[in-house]
């Protein structure tokens, strides 16, 4: 595709509930990037892929929070059991290759409100 | 644990004017350097990236680099109200992610 794109652009959902939340990369990136921006804060780095794979989970804020990739393309990053804290902006990257010379582009985030 | 600075701000600079943003980074290893802009509600939209020591200019926006003092900028020039947004400074060393600061937010008053 064009760019990143995410999915949904916007969830609420109730305390307790799982949510799933969708990244498609620029097509033929092998890196992806998953940030967390709570409001009016800065981006948080929650987990990186290169490939399928995730070498670096620690970013990941609590065992509630999960992401898998396939197909070296689409994301999902699971939260169970959402909190309220859990409401932020949680914005998808990717890059062409997990190098320092490669720019890292955003998707337009999926809002996510618990109440 | 890698760490990247900058001032919160507010900076208010008037229509015209020059905004100088600022930002250090803990980390010597770091090879690439990015600006990126935000504007309330959107995304993180990338303006400039820089990996070597000095000036690069593109338009009306200059990055420049010391890795010596750790320490990169970004100047505005002729500044906007449409630049009016926060911007991010971040690092990336090798084979990592990207770290980002908390951002400067740049107010342009016309």
């Known amino acids: 595709g064009a760019g990143v794109s995410q999915s949904p652009s916007n969830k609420v959902t109730e305390k307790g509930k799982d949510v799933e939340l969708r990244c498609d990369p620029i097509?033929?990136?092998?890196?992806l990037y998953w940030y967390r921006q709570r409001l009016g804060q800065g981006l948080e780095f929650l987990i990186y892929?290169?490939?399928?794979?995730?070498?670096?989970k620690s970013g990941l804020p609590s065992d509630r929070f999960s992401a898998e990739r396939t197909g070296e393309s689409v994301s999902t990053l699971t939260i169970q059991r959402t909190q309220q804290e859990d409401s932020a902006v949680y914005l998808c990257a990717s890059s062409l290759l997990l190098d320092s010379g490669n720019t890292i582009y955003f998707g337009e985030g999926s809002w996510l409100t618990v109440v | 644990q890698k760490e990247v600075e900058q001032n919160s701000g507010p900076l208010s600079v008037p229509e015209g004017a020059i905004a100088s943003l600022n930002c250090t980074y803990s980390d010597r290893g770091s090879q690439s350097f990015f600006w990126y802009r935000q504007y309330s509600g959107k995304s993180p939209e990338l303006i400039m990236s820089i990996y070597s020591n000095g000036d690069k200019e593109d338009g009306r926006f200059t990055a420049q680099l010391n890795k010596a003092s750790q320490y990169v900028s970004l100047l505005i020039r002729d500044s906007q109200p449409s630049d009016s947004a926060t911007y991010l400074c971040?690092?990336?060393?090798?084979?990592?992610?990207?770290?980002f600061g908390k951002g400067t937010m740049l107010l342009v008053s016309p």
């Open positions: 097509s033929g990136h092998t890196a």
């Open positions: 971040a690092v990336i060393e090798g084979y990592s992610t990207l770290t």
């Open positions: 892929f290169q490939g399928n794979s995730a070498p670096d």
